[in-house]
């Protein structure tokens, strides 16, 4: 348990120190008096999403073994096939 709490704080840390992430905070700061409001605010929600997306990735992957991960991206696979099966009345 304590291992897989270091393993999510390690993986954490590591997203937020992503190199692409850094960029894009250092990018936001630097261009924060330059652009108006709206857009200032579509730069901090692509930063906040791809800061989530890195941190759950990689977090998934601190968690999980490869098999579990491999097991979890097929039923993905068929969830999505499903739903397009049900948007197309494939039932």
Known sequence: MIS?????QTATRDAVHDEEVMEMAAHIFHSRNEV???TFSK???????HLSAMT?????????TES??????ETIKEMDSMGKDIENGNN
């Open 56 to 64: 759950a990735t990689l977090v998934t992957h601190a968690c999980l």
């Open 4 to 8: 897989t709490a270091l393993a999510i």
């Open 43 to 49: 730069m901090l929600y692509m930063y906040s999403a």
């Open 36 to 38: 108006d409001e709206q």
């Open 68 to 73: 579990q991960l491999n097991d979890m991206l």
